[in-house]
C-alpha cells in the first residue's frame, strides 16, 4: 500500500530545503529506515515507530522493515499556476496523484531571502496556493458537467450521482470554500474519490522557522496553528536550517545537536508522522525471528483486508487471525508469553485491526 504525499510551496519558503533533508536523513539512516530514490524529485520515507524495535529485540528479528510514506516535491507552483503560469500544468497533474498535501510556510524572516510577494505573511501565501488550486477545480467541474449532459439525458444513474457530487464541490468552492471541507457520505465515498479535485486532498500546514524557533514556534507559526485546527488540517513546526545540520550528521551527533537545540527529536520524524495521521492511517506487526515487520493500513480495516495488505491469497484465503495487542507483546516478552497470559486471541473476519496489533494470519490457500 503506498501513500503518497506532496510537498508544496511558493519559492525561497524552504520547500526544498526541508525535501533535501527528509532524503538525506532517510540515506543516512538506511540499516533502520530504508530510503529509495524513486525519480529526483520522489523519495521513500520510512515512518519512525519505536515500538518496531521493541518488538525485533524482544523476538530477536534478524531485520527489521518499517512502514513508508512517500514524499513527493512538487515543483511549479507559482501565482497564476492555474493558468499555466510558471510550471503550473506540471504541477496541478502531479498534485492529482497524490493523497495528501504538505505546504510549506514561510515563518522566519530573513533579508537575505527574498519572497516571490515581497512580504513575509504564512497565512497570505497559504491563500495562494489554495486560491490556485480552487480555481483549477471550479474550471474542472464547469467541463466535467458540461460533458455529462449527453449522459443525463439517457438516465444514467453514475452519471446522476457524479452531477450531484460535483455541483455540491462546486457550490463550496464558489462560496470560497475547499472541497475537503465537504462531509462526503460512506455511499458516496468512492465516487468523491474518483473525482480527484485538488482542494479535496487533505493538507498538512509545515511551519518552517528559524533555528532558536524550532521547539516553541513563534507568533506566525502560531496563527498557522490556529488556521489549521479551523480547517480541522494538521500542521507541524520545523527548521529547515536544523534538518539540513542533522542530515549531514551520524546517529550519535545528531541527539547531541538536537539536545543543544532543546528538541527531543527531528522535526523530519514529526513531519512523517503528522503525514501517517493525517491520512487516517496505522500500524500491525508481523513478528518472527526472520523480521519484524510493519504494515500500513487505514483506521478501521478489518482482519481480511489487513492480511491482503500481504498478499491477495492471504485475504481470499483468510480463515482467522492470532491476535496479540503491542503492551500484551511486551508485557509476555513475548508470543509465548502472551499466551501463557491469555493474551492472545483469536479473531474472525469482523475484527477491525487496532493500531500496534501483533498479527498472524492463518489462510487456505
Not at 159 to 184: H, K, N, W, Y
Not at 324 to 347: P, Q
Amino acid at each position: 500500500m503506498g501513500f503518497r504525499m506532496g510537498i508544496v510551496g511558493l519559492p525561497n519558503v524552504g520547500k526544498s530545503t526541508l525535501f533535501n533533508a527528509l532524503t538525506k536523513t532517510a540515506a543516512a539512516q538506511a540499516a533502520n529506515f530504508p530510503f529509495c530514490t524513486i525519480e529526483p524529485n520522489v523519495g521513500e520515507v520510512a515512518v519512525p515507530d519505536a515500538r518496531l524495535d521493541m518488538l525485533a529485540g524482544i523476538a530477536g528479528s534478524k531485520q527489521i522493515i518499517p512502514t513508508r510514506i512517500t514524499f513527493v516535491d512538487i515543483a511549479g507552483l507559482v501565482k497564476g499556476a492555474s493558468k499555466g503560469e510558471g510550471l503550473g500544468n506540471q504541477f496541478l497533474a502531479t498534485i492529482r496523484e497524490v493523497d495528501a498535501i504538505a505546504h510549506v510556510l514561510r515563518c522566519f524572516e530573513d533579508g537575505d531571502i527574498t519572497h516571490v510577494e515581497g512580504r513575509v505573511d504564512a497565512l497570505a501565501d497559504a491563500e495562494v496556493i489554495e486560491t490556485e488550486l480552487m480555481i483549477a477545480d471550479m474550471e474542472s467541474i464547469e467541463r466535467r458537467l458540461a460533458n455529462l449532459a449527453r449522459k443525463l439525458k439517457g438516465g444514467d444513474k453514475d452519471a446522476a450521482d457524479q452531477q450531484r457530487l460535483l455541483q455540491q464541490a462546486l457550490a463550496a468552492l464558489e462560496a470560497g470554500l475547499p472541497a475537503r471541507t465537504i462531509t462526503v457520505s460512506d455511499d458516496d465515498r468512492r465516487a468523491w474519490e474518483m473525482l480527484q479535485l485538488l482542494t479535496a486532498k487533505p493538507v498538512l500546514f509545515v511551519c518552517n522557522v528559524a533555528e532558536d524557533e524550532a521547539a516553541n514556534g513563534n507568533a506566525m507559526s502560531e496563527k498557522v496553528r490556529a488556521m489549521a485546527e479551523a480547517q480541522g488540517a494538521g500542521h507541524v513546526v520545523i527548521s529547515a536550517r536544523i534538518e539540513e545540520e542533522i542530515s549531514q550528521l551520524d546517529a550519535e551527533e545528531s541527539q547531541m545537536f538536537l539536545a543543544e537545540m532543546g528538541l527531543e527529536e527531528p522535526g523530519l520524524d514529526r513531519l512523517i508522522r503528522a503525514g501517517y495521521t493525517l491520512l487516517g492511517l496505522q500500524t500491525y506487526f508481523t513478528v518472527g525471528p526472520k523480521e519484524a515487520r510493519a504494515w500500513t493500513i487505514t483506521k478501521g480495516t478489518l482482519a481480511p483486508q489487513a492480511a491482503g495488505v500481504i498478499h491477495g491469497d492471504f485475504e481470499k484465503g483468510f480463515i482467522r487471525s492470532e491476535t496479540i495487542a503491542y503492551d500484551d507483546y511486551v508485557a509476555g516478552k513475548g508470543e509465548a508469553g502472551a499466551r501463557e497470559a491469555g493474551k492472545l486471541r483469536v479473531e474472525g473476519k469482523t475484527y477491525e485491526v487496532k493500531d500496534g496489533d501483533v498479527l498472524h494470519f492463518l489462510f487456505s490457500g
